[in-house]
């Protein structure tokens, strides 16, 4: 019965909370504020009562002796993300009062809200590919929707459709999975195909190539290189839309298929694939990090480099690493973007960091949250992050496989997190006010609507950082792997406090070293690099356009409109002029008739006299 509803009632919802809001736009709100929660109440309701995975086979269509199953599959690891899709889910609604308060269009976000949401709950249920690809795309058109919400404004619509087709790229190939694993498993059963690959009864070859297209579609849904771009274009939407996106749903579904799939990739001994792609995207999104303006900016390029963490946990082989840094990262980054929309809505919708500073006075609140996530995200101890951090370094450096350049970039990208974190900080609360007229115009935000959510989730970090061990063992059965470089620990909390220091003197003692340092031709061009994000979209729009359009496509093109049009006008003009030639020959002569029928006689014995020598 909660299983069914959980599955049913975001989609309801969304039409009921659309058409409520049309009668009166509070209406959208509370209902949607009402559902969110109902939603998480129903997957609290499974957690506390749950003794086994609950498995339900539903037969969705047949065609001949095959059939399509669309069935149910909850077990710890779903339940973990379903906790979390719901539960920051409902919290980002009740932030959304006061954040989307003056948008005229409210009904229409929540609906979509909760219709996300929805997307995100049916992929985790999904007991089969099948399933879980109807949820995958769900998602996709929801974050489409949201992102491009404000599609008033050409940046916004220009995001959408970005996000769209970045995702829809890595969505073919996990379609193309879907067929040829169904063709060689005859199964779309994920616990079964996990089964199969571990006895080996899938080929070798088949396997890894099924898990590498797995994993383009996991790269485009957590923005991994290389088609991270769409993931900084979405900062054009709502910052509540960021914080679900980046925190509690779309970003965790790539993640959360290779987990589910993890004995797959194991057997198909793909892991090594998930691990270097995922250090070069830490480290991409890390160094970019250092060098944007925007909040909202910031955090979105940390997004990409700790959910590549998670890939490398799950890519040096430890389930429980990977999956723990999820959900440590789940929570505090959604505490960071939304603590940063608090900010942004403070300061009357303004997003750049150095018009900001000083306003620990005004935003305390705020700050002390934010303060909260910025230490689990750096990495310090006792906060969640840390521990998480730490077994996925330490796994890197002791996995054979992985020594070398990925540890390296996976431990630069881990030591540069507390640079730009705290960098927004300390933009933000510390030092004095850069724009006296902004600054006088930041307004405290509600503690109810704003700080509450904040504080709740803040609250949860840190709890979080004491219950390490028991999250890694609910969601994978095993312990968190503890490091065993002796020297990981101090020489990381070394690393952390040397690039803290750093980061306080260059942001906050000397305020004019940024502009003296820029003024450099070398460190300016640096700074242009990570601020495009190694020109990567630049990169793709460049091949798109010159290689696929200008190339390819004008090429089939030519093809289809000369070649192949051409020769079906041509056979018409054929046609025409042979009925030309032959109606030339008939006339109303009689002897100009009795003439061809000789000639056509004449015809005749020469084929046959022909015919006959050879």
């Known amino acids: ?319 429980s690493a990977g999956m723990t840094h999820l959900t440590n990262h789940a929570v505090f980054k959604a505490l960071l973007f939304l603590g940063a929309g608090a900010v942004i809505m403070a300061a009357r919708h303004n997003k750049d960091l150095f018009r900001l500073g000083g306003a620990w006075k005004k935003l305390t609140l705020v700050g002390l949250f934010m303060g909260v996530g910025a230490l689990s995200l750096s990495g310090i101890p006792p906060f969640s992050g840390f521990y998480s951090k730490d077994a996925i370094i330490a796994g890197a450096i002791l996995n054979p496989k992985t020594y070398g350049l990925i540890s390296t970039l996976t431990i630069i990208a881990g030591v540069l997190s507390v640079a730009y974190v705290f960098r927004i900080w300390l933009l933000i609360f510390a030092g004095k006010p850069r724009d006296i007229e902004l600054h006088e115009r930041i307004k405290t935000p509600s503690k109810f609507w704003i700080s509450l959510p904040l504080g709740i989730m803040a609250l949860i970090t840190f709890v979080l950082g004491f219950y390490q061990k028991e999250l890694s063992e609910y969601v994978t059965g095993k312990e968190l792997p503890e490091a065993h470089v002796e020297y990981l620990l101090p020489l990381l909390l070394s690393a952390i406090i040397l690039v803290g220091f750093i980061v306080y003197k260059f942001y906050k003692s000397r305020p004019d070293a940024r502009d003296k340092l820029a003024a450099q031709p070398l460190m300016k061009t640096f700074h242009k690099i990570l601020f495009n994000g190694y020109f990567v979209e630049h990169m793709i729009t460049w091949f798109v356009k010159n290689v696929i359009i200008n190339s390819v496509s004008k090429t089939l093109n030519w093809i289809d409109v000369r070649v192949i049009d051409g020769a079906v006008n041509g056979m018409l003009n054929l046609s025409q002029k042979i009925f030309a030639l032959f109606n030339a020959t008939h006339t109303s002569k009689v002897s100009n008739q009795a003439g061809v029928m000789i000639l056509g006689l004449l015809a005749v014995l020469v084929v046959i006299f022909i015919g006959s020598l050879v």
């Not at 269509?61 to 095959?66: D, E, I, L, V, Y």
């Not at 809200?113 to 929801?142: D, P, R």
């Not at 923005?223 to 970003?251: C, D, K, N």
């Not at 993640?255 to 892991?271: H, K, S, T």
């Open 1 to 319: 019965m909660n299983v069914g509803l959980l599955l049913i009632l975001p989609f309801t919802g969304a039409i009921a909370t659309f058409l409520a809001g049309k009668l009166n736009q509070k209406y959208a709100f509370y209902l949607a504020e009402l559902i969110g929660f109902t939603l998480f109440g129903l997957v609290l309701s499974i957690f506390l009562s749950y003794e086994r995975p609950i498995n339900v086979a539903i037969e969705w269509f047949s065609f001949g002796n095959a059939t399509l199953p669309f069935g149910v599959y909850i077990d710890h690891l779903s339940l973990v993300m379903l906790l979390i899709a719901t539960g920051l889910g409902a919290l980002d609604i009740h932030f959304s009062h006061d954040y989307m308060k003056e948008d005229p269009d409210k009904p229409r976000y929540y609906a979509k809200i909760l219709f996300f949401i929805g997307g995100m709950i049916l992929l985790v249920s999904a007991k089969e590919l099948l399933g879980l690809f109807v949820g995958w795309e769900f998602m996709g058109l929801a974050s489409y929707l949201l992102i491009s919400f404000w599609h008033q404004t050409k940046d916004p619509a220009d995001a959408g459709v970005a996000a769209f087709l970045y995702t829809k790229f890595g969505d073919v190939f996990l379609f193309a999975a879907i067929g040829i694993l169904y063709y060689y498993a005859h199964t779309l059963d994920l616990q079964y195909i996990n089964l199969l690959a571990t006895w080996h009864q899938i080929p070798d070859n088949v396997s890894f190539v099924v898990a590498i297209f797995i994993f383009i579609a996991a790269i485009g849904k957590s923005g991994q290189f290389p088609l991270f771009p769409w993931l900084m274009r979405a900062m054009e939407g709502p910052t509540t839309v960021s914080a679900l996106i980046h925190g509690a749903t779309m970003v965790n579904s790539g993640i959360y298929i290779v987990a589910r799939m993890f004995d797959f990739y194991v057997a198909a001994e793909a892991l090594v694939v998930v691990a270097a792609v995922a250090s070069l995207s830490a480290f991409i999104g890390a160094t970019s990090a250092l060098a944007q303006n925007e909040i909202k900016k910031v955090l979105a390029y940390s997004t990409m480099s700790h959910l590549s963490l998670a890939f490398i946990g799950l890519g040096v082989g430890s389930l």
